[in-house]
C-alpha cells in the first residue's frame, strides 16, 4: 500500500462505499413504490414488475465486463462514467412518461450500479493492508447487505412523505458528491494493464443472451408456471445454449471479455460457490419474511419491517467484530460457525406455527444476521486472497454476479417452493376436515351458529362458515409450507459445510498483501 492510499484510505473507502450503498439501495427502493407507479405509468400488475427486473438484469451483465472495461477506458475513469450513468439515469427514471420509458431508464441505471459495487470491492482490497483486509471486507459487506434491508423502508417513506419520483431523485446529489470524491482520491493501480485491439464481441453476446434469457426466467417463471409455459421453455433453451457457447468462446479466445480462467484458482472457485450459496439463501430469506409477516401473520408494512430490523441490525452490529476476529480464527472455522449458525435459526424458523410472537421471531434472527456475518466477511476476503493484483477487478466482477444470479435462483426456488407447498399442504388438510370428523363437524357448527345468529338464513349461515373453515385451512396450509421451505434452507447450510475444506486464506498467514505475480 503507497503512502497515498495508508493517508487516505478511509477517505477511500467512504468514496466507494458511496457509490455501493446508492447501488444497493435502488435495487429493492421501487418495490413498495411500485402500486403508485403502476398508477402513474398506466401500467399492468405484470407490466410493473420490469422496473425491478431491468435494474437488475443490466445489473447482472454488466458485472463480469468490469475488469474488461476498465482495462479498455482506465478504471478510474471508467468508475466515474458509471457514477454519472447512474445519476442521469435517476434523474431520467423520476421524469419516465410511460413505462417503457422507464424501463428503458432502469436498464442504464442497473448499467451504472452493476459496476459500483465489484469496483468498490476490487479497490477496497488494493487500500488496506493484509492485517486490515478483513475489515474492509467488514465495510464492503455492511454496504452490500444493508442497502436491499433498507431500501424498501426508505423508498416508502419517500412516496408517503413526497411522491415515488423522489426515490430517484434522491441519488442525484449524492451522485454528485461521488464523482468529486472520486476524482480527488481514487487512481488507477500502476499494475492496471491498458488493453488495446479487438473486442471480444462474440463472447459479449453470448453472455448477454445467456445471462439475460436467464434472469428473465427466473424473474418470469413462477407467473408462468414454469415449464408449462412454452415462454420459459425457450428462455431455458436459450439461457442453456448462450452460457455454454460464452463458456467455450471465453475458454478458447486469447484475449476473453471475461477471464473465467480465474475459476482453476481452487480457493476462488470454492468461495465463490459458497458465496452463490449464501445468496441464494440470504436473498429467499429476505423473500420469504415479509410475505410470511404481512400476507399471513397480518402485520402492517411498518410492523413486518420492525420485525424483521434485529437481522439486519445484528449484521451491522457484528460485521466490523467478525472483521477482527478473522485474523485470529481464519475462514474456515468462521465459515463453518457462520454455516451452523444459520442452520439451528432456520431451523427454529422451520417450526413456526401462526401463533409465533416477536421474540420468537427476534432471537433466530439475531442469530441469523451473526451467522451471516461471519460468512460474508470471511468469504469476500478469503475468496480473492490467492488472486494476483491485476486480476483483482475481474474476480470481484466474478464474485459478485455468481452471488446476484444465484440470488435470483433463490427467489425463485423459494416462491416456487411455497405455492407448491400450499396447494399440496391444502390437498391433505382438506382431506381430513369432513363432516365424519368431530373436529370440522363442530367446527362448522359453530360457525354456522354464529352466522344464523347475526341474521343470516340457513343456507347463508353454512356458506359463510364453510368459507371461514376453508380460510383458515389455506392459512394453516400455507403455514406448514413456509416451515418447509425455511427447512430446506436449513439442510441447505449444513450440506455447505464440507465445502469450507477448500478454503484457505494464505494471506493471514504470510504477511503478503496479494499473491505475487
Not at 51 to 57: E, F, R
Not at 91 to 101: F, I, V
Not at 388 to 415: D, F, K, W
Not at 439 to 462: E, I, K, M, N, P
Request: one cysteine or more.
Amino acid at each position: 500500500m503507497d503512502e497515498r492510499h495508508k493517508h487516505h484510505k478511509w477517505l477511500i473507502t467512504l468514496t466507494v462505499m458511496t457509490g455501493t450503498v446508492m447501488a444497493t439501495i435502488d435495487m429493492s427502493i421501487v418495490n413498495v413504490a411500485l402500486p403508485n407507479m403502476r398508477g402513474t405509468l398506466g401500467a399492468s400488475v405484470e407490466e410493473i414488475t420490469w422496473v425491478a427486473t431491468g435494474y437488475i438484469l443490466s445489473s447482472v451483465i454488466i458485472m463480469p465486463l468490469i475488469a474488461f472495461l476498465s482495462s479498455r477506458f482506465g478504471r478510474k475513469r471508467f468508475f466515474i462514467f458509471s457514477v454519472l450513468l447512474f445519476t442521469g439515469a435517476s434523474m431520467l427514471c423520476g421524469t419516465a412518461w410511460d413505462l417503457s420509458s422507464m424501463v428503458a431508464f432502469r436498464i442504464l441505471q442497473g448499467i451504472g450500479g452493476g459496476t459500483l459495487i465489484p469496483v468498490a470491492q476490487a479497490i477496497l482490497r488494493e487500500t488496506f493492508p493484509p492485517e486490515e483486509q478483513a475489515m474492509a471486507m467488514g465495510i464492503y459487506g455492511l454496504g452490500v447487505i444493508m442497502g436491499p434491508a433498507f431500501g424498501p423502508t426508505l423508498g416508502g417513506w419517500l412516496t408517503d412523505n413526497y411522491s415515488w419520483p423522489w426515490i430517484f431523485y434522491i441519488n442525484v446529489p449524492v451522485g454528485i458528491v461521488n464523482v468529486l470524491l472520486i476524482i480527488r482520491f481514487i487512481e488507477d493501480p500502476p499494475y492496471l494493464a491498458r488493453e488495446k485491439g479487438d473486442w471480444d464481441y462474440a463472447g459479449l453476446l453470448f453472455m448477454s443472451i445467456g445471462l439475460g434469457a436467464l434472469q428473465i426466467l427466473l424473474e418470469r417463471g413462477e407467473q408462468k408456471d414454469w415449464f408449462a409455459s412454452d415462454f420459459i421453455t425457450a428462455l431455458a433453451v436459450v439461457s442453456c445454449a448462450g452460457l455454454l457457447l460464452f463458456v467455450w468462446r471465453e475458454l478458447t479466445t486469447e484475449k476473453p471479455a471475461v477471464n473465467l480462467r480465474i475459476l482453476k484458482d481452487i480457493n476462488f472457485a470454492s468461495a465463490t460457490f459458497l458465496g452463490g450459496i449464501l445468496g441464494m439463501c440470504l436473498f429467499g430469506s429476505l423473500f420469504l419474511l415479509p410475505l410470511l409477516l404481512q400476507q399471513l401473520l397480518r402485520y402492517s408494512a411498518l410492523d413486518a419491517g420492525l420485525a424483521i430490523l434485529p437481522r439486519t441490525l445484528s449484521m451491522a452490529v457484528f460485521m466490523p467484530a467478525a472483521g477482527k476476529l478473522y485474523n485470529k480464527a481464519g475462514p474456515k472455522l468462521m465459515i463453518g460457525l457462520g454455516l451452523l449458525a444459520n442452520a439451528v435459526s432456520f431451523y427454529q424458523f422451520s417450526r413456526f406455527s401462526l401463533n409465533v410472537g416477536y421474540w420468537d421471531l427476534f432471537f433466530p434472527q439475531c442469530l441469523q444476521g451473526i451467522g451471516f456475518a461471519l460468512i460474508f466477511v470471511s468469504l469476500s476476503t478469503a475468496a480473492l486472497s490467492t488472486i494476483e493484483r491485476r486480476l483483482m477487478t475481474a474476480a470481484s466482477g466474478l464474485y459478485n454476479v455468481v452471488r446476484q444470479v444465484c440470488g435470483s435462483i433463490g427467489i425463485a426456488v423459494c416462491a416456487t417452493l411455497l405455492t407448491r407447498g400450499e396447494n399440496w399442504n391444502r390437498g391433505i388438510l382438506v382431506g381430513h376436515a369432513t363432516a365424519f370428523r368431530d373436529v370440522a363437524a363442530g367446527s362448522l357448527h359453530t360457525l354456522s351458529s354464529y352466522f344464523f345468529s347475526r341474521g343470516a338464513d340457513l343456507q347463508g349461515a353454512d356458506g359463510q362458515a364453510l368459507k371461514v373453515l376453508d380460510g383458515i385451512i389455506m392459512r394453516q396450509a400455507s403455514m406448514l409450507s413456509y416451515n418447509h421451505v425455511f427447512f430446506i434452507i436449513a439442510v441447505t447450510f449444513l450440506l455447505s459445510i464440507p465445502l469450507i475444506l477448500f478454503i484457505r486464506d494464505p494471506q493471514r498467514t504470510a504477511g503478503n498483501n496479494i499473491v505475487p505475480e
